[in-house]
């Protein structure tokens, strides 16, 4: 039940159902009872105005409206638009609300203790504008609690952008599985808690559907991990070759820790010999050597990964540095200045890619890469996967990871507090630790994205970024007893 579906696919599970036997009327039915059963579990009774719009987001609220007031609430319904002009189930349920059809407007919210927001769903087609977008300000202006059905109306079930202006809700609740929107930004923000309720359709369906994006959860990558065997040993766990910069000594160091948390069977900072001291001084338990052997290193094939970019300096010579590494087709993860210094000449840097790499950008270094992907984070993300032949993830609130082949996945956690420096550099070790021990390049930057995101809502406030490595071993051993599922 990882899957994230789009809006076109969620239209043809519907089809599919309603084509199996279970009719439409049906499934707005269960829909509006799921939402009546969140409301109910959340506030006792009292005054709801419910917002509905002309298509089936609208019959959804029908249905809710209906069901509130037989379950003794006091319920004002507004539509956009005349009744006479509802089809098909949205009209059916229309039929049944004996309470009054008022028109749109403002005073609908005076009185209202909730507001159910089922203006637009899936449907959404164009910008919110003129009187609707004034009455979108004043829901949002009220500071009544709002349950947004299926998406808060303005937001892009797709893309999570705002077409004109949006409800900010409290809840949402949406149907079946969740939608892209959901999870990316600015969706995220506005659709408050996300509730996902069964409407009647088979997971058979869905998984027929085939849909390409996940939830970024243990279920998606755990099958991928190679936990160490009762006769492991450590060059059964790879080793990863660390390239630290000469001077910014801090991000290798961190690097390293998470590296080696994550699980790599050995480890070697390779740097500057000035500086290779401070590696040392840092963890007894790795090892280091000077860069002008990395050469060396790389024709010895147990160094079978590695990870290059932070702390280690943008300019040409860590583009040259970077090309030759590329050759050995070790599994690689490229973040910071690595990536920053192919802002000139991205396609040099494309084409050398030809093992398992993972791309690390933030916002900043990824427009550097990919100047011309525009569009919302996912698109983006899996544009840049499939021209650079690497995983990308796109690091952020709402960090997506997608792969060459189209596969793509959303992190679902909130953890505001990785938000500082040094941050990044771990969740590049720890990605780099996952591959070194032969996991799978999309898999190890999901379940790397997984675990800082964890560590971060975890640890909390006062979180700094050494906190995350250090609890590590708290998560990878809940997943390696089986939780959470
Ligand atoms: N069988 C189904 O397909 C089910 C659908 N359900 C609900 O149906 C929704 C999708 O219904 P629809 O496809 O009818 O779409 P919507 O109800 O989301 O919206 C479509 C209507 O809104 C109008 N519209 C779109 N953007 C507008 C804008 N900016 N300003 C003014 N008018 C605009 C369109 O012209 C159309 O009349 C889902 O979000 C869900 O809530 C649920 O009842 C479950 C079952
Ligand atoms: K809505």
Not at 239 to 262: F, Q
Not at 414 to 443: R, Y
Request: with cysteine.
């Amino acid at each position: 039940m990882f899957e994230v579906l789009t809006t076109e696919q969620m239209y043809e599970a519907d089809r599919r159902t309603i084509e199996a036997g279970t009719s439409g009327d049906v499934l707005m039915e269960n829909a509006g009872a799921s939402v009546v059963a969140e409301i109910v579990s959340r506030w006792t009774t009292r005054a709801a105005t419910v917002l509905c719009g002309p298509g089936n987001n609208g019959g959804d609220g029908f249905v809710i409206a209906r069901l509130l007031r037989n379950a003794g609430w006091s319920v004002r319904l507004g539509l956009l638009g005349d009744v006479e002009k509802l089809t098909g189930d949205a009209a059916l349920n229309a039929g049944r609300w004996e309470g009054a059809v008022e028109r749109l407007s403002p005073a609908l919210l005076v009185g209202a203790d909730l507001v159910v927001d089922c203006l637009f769903g899936a449907g959404l087609a164009r910008p919110i504008e003129g009187d609707l977008a004034s009455l979108v300000q004043a829901v949002n202006d009220s500071g009544v609690p709002v349950v947004a059905v299926d998406v808060p109306s303005g937001v892009d079930g797709n893309s999570g952008e705002v077409r004109g202006i949006s409800v900010k809700a409290n809840v949402t609740v949406t149907f079946c599985r969740p939608k892209p929107g959901h999870y990316l930004l600015p969706g995220r923000i506005l659709c408050g808690q996300v509730i996902v309720r069964d409407i009647g359709i088979a997971d058979q369906t869905i998984r027929d559907i085939r849909p390409m994006l996940v939830c970024n959860e243990p279920g998606v990558w755990r099958a991928g991990i190679n936990w160490p065997g009762v006769d492991g040993h450590k060059y059964h766990r790879g080793h990863l070759l660390v390239i630290g910069g000469a001077t910014m000594t801090g991000a290798g160091r961190l690097v390293a820790r998470a590296a080696r948390r994550a699980g790599a069977g050995l480890l070697t900072v390779v740097a500057e010999p000035a500086s290779l001291s401070v590696y040392a001084a840092d963890s007894p338990g790795i090892m280091t050597a000077p860069i002008a052997t990395l050469d060396d290193l790389l024709k010895d094939c147990r160094h079978n990964a590695l990870v290059i970019g932070p702390g280690f300096g943008v300019g040409d010579e860590t583009c040259s540095r970077i090309i030759t590494l590329l050759h050995y087709c070790r599994c690689t993860v490229l973040d910071a200045d690595a990536l920053t210094s192919f802002a000139e000449q991205p396609s040099t840097l494309f084409f050398a890619i030809q093992g398992p790499t993972v791309l690390t950008p933030h916002e900043g270094e990824f427009a550097r890469l990919f100047p011309d992907i525009e569009g919302d984070k996912l698109s983006r993300a899996r544009a840049a996967a499939k021209r650079s032949g690497a995983t990308v993830l796109i690091k952020g609130a709402d960090t997506v990871v997608a792969a060459p082949d189209g596969r793509a996945a959303i992190n679902t956690i909130d953890a505001p507090w990785l938000a500082t420096a040094g941050s990044g550099d771990v969740l590049a070790g720890i990605i780099g630790g996952l591959m070194a021990q032969g996991m799978e390049m999309f898999d190890a930057a999901c379940m790397g994205a997984w675990l800082h995101a964890r560590a971060g809502g975890d640890i909390g406030p006062g979180l700094i970024a050494e906190d995350i490595p250090h609890h590590l071993p708290v998560l990878l051993g809940q997943l390696w007893r089986g939780v959470p599922k």
